[in-house]
């Protein structure tokens, strides 16, 4: 069995991996119709031993490409021949599993500064004289 290296702390088993080949849509001509270069790959993320964290991001991550049983479906169809479709796919697997692999950074309330509550006090005082000498008067 071999590994596929995500992070130096994290790696994923190769035979959670399995792939798929079809017809691909688009340009080719008589290609496109003879050979299935498009590539399918599927990685079981709920058989994967990912932490709990990891796992949780990447189903945020994953969106409409993750299925009911857990499963993360890529499909390739960039390239005309199967061989960079299956990279391709790996490759953006890899990636959706790194972005799920790195901690979001925490957000730090920040206060607005003296100067911009007085700017956006100034710019509201402005629109309100503005709007009033745009309204009617009726002296009596």
């Known amino acids: 069995m071999s590994r596929i290296v995500i992070t130096p702390h994290l790696s994923i088993d190769e035979s959670l991996l399995s792939?798929?080949?079809t017809h691909a849509s688009g340009?080719?001509?008589?290609?496109?119709?003879?050979?299935?270069?498009?590539?399918?790959?599927?990685?079981?993320?709920?058989?994967?031993?990912?932490?709990?964290?990891?796992?949780?991001?990447?189903e945020a991550l994953s969106g409409s490409r993750?299925?009911?049983?857990?499963?993360?479906?890529?499909?390739?169809?960039?390239?005309?021949?199967?061989?960079r479709n299956r990279e391709d796919a790996r490759e953006r697997l890899i990636a959706l599993l790194r972005e799920a692999a790195t901690l979001p950074k925490k957000r730090r309330p920040t206060k607005p500064t003296r100067s911009s509550k007085e700017k956006r006090l100034e710019k509201k005082k402005t629109h309100s004289r503005l709007k009033q000498r745009r309204s009617k008067r009726f002296d009596d």
């Open 19 to 21: 792939e798929q080949f």
């Open 27 to 58: 340009p080719g001509g008589q290609n496109v119709n003879k050979v299935a270069s498009a590539v399918i790959l599927r990685f079981d993320a709920k058989q994967a031993a990912l932490p709990f964290e990891i796992h949780a991001r990447l």
């Open 66 to 83: 993750l299925t009911k049983d857990g499963a993360i479906i890529i499909r390739a169809s960039q390239y005309r021949d199967q061989q």
